[in-house]
């Protein structure tokens, strides 16, 4: 069964620092492993997807690395801003689920 | 595009009643649709997995006759969760996958339905 963790569980930092968010799965047979943002009470946002097969993919403020190998993704933000708020989760796709992590709850404070 | 909605988004009812949840997928269409259930503070966690036309596979724990689904269509599946009880209230997520989609490709998530059994 793949186990997904994510650390630290809760986080506040100052407006501009950087964020770094961790996960760490158990079985490295993976399709592709997926970083969401959920605010209070509402669904989940898709922020990057990276595949098997890649290292690392960028979006604007936000960076995603993967080692397969080791069973690590990490999850940068650039200069936080108080927008940055919420909870983030990381997936992992096995093929037929994905198994998510338990989040990373993210306070910037102003 | 990949837009999922849900229908409702909040609901509320009385303890012993049926709720249904709709699942769409509004510009693309879903052979596979996934519901996920999350409870406060925790992660989601898979319920079922549904296939248009076929019957749904549940998860280990999930009681079958009380959370039905249906994948009518390959825009539509529907939660019903019947004789809802207080420990049932919880947040509902669905997802889909798209037809032309690989086993492994990307699941688009819906926005959520909150329920609240009283």
């Known amino acids: 069964k793949q186990e997904v963790t994510q650390i630290p569980a809760a986080l506040s930092v100052p407006e501009g620092e950087n964020l770094v968010l961790n996960c760490s799965f158990t079985?490295?047979?993976?399709?592709?492993l997926q970083w969401f943002r959920q605010d209070p009470g509402k669904g989940l946002t898709s922020l990057l997807l990276i595949q098997s097969s890649q290292r690392e993919q960028t979006s604007g403020r936000l960076n995603a690395s993967l080692d397969k190998s080791s069973g690590r993704s990490t999850l940068y933000i650039a200069a936080s801003q108080p927008g940055d708020s919420a909870t983030y989760l990381c997936?992992?796709?096995?093929?037929?689920?994905?198994?998510f992590g338990k989040g990373n709850q993210v306070v910037v404070i102003p | 595009g990949a837009v999922v909605s849900q229908h409702p988004s909040w609901v509320i009812c009385k303890s012993g009643t049926s709720v249904k949840i709709e699942c769409r997928s509004l510009?693309?269409?879903?052979?596979?649709m996934f519901w996920y259930r999350q409870f406060p503070k925790q992660s989601l966690m898979l319920m079922a997995t549904s296939n248009e036309g076929s019957k749904a596979t549940y998860e280990q724990g999930v009681e079958k006759d009380k959370f039905l689904i249906n994948h009518a269509s390959l825009t539509l599946s529907t939660l019903t969760v019947t004789s809802a009880h207080p420990e049932d209230s919880s947040f509902y997520i669905c997802?889909?996958?798209?037809?032309?989609?690989?086993?492994?490709?990307?699941?688009?998530f819906g926005p959520g339905t909150r329920l609240t059994v009283l």
């Open positions: 510009d693309f269409q879903a052979t596979t």
């Open positions: 997936a992992v796709n096995r093929g037929n689920r994905l198994a």
């Open positions: 079985d490295s047979a993976i399709y592709n």
């Open positions: 997802s889909a996958r798209s037809l032309a989609g690989a086993i492994g490709n990307e699941q688009f």
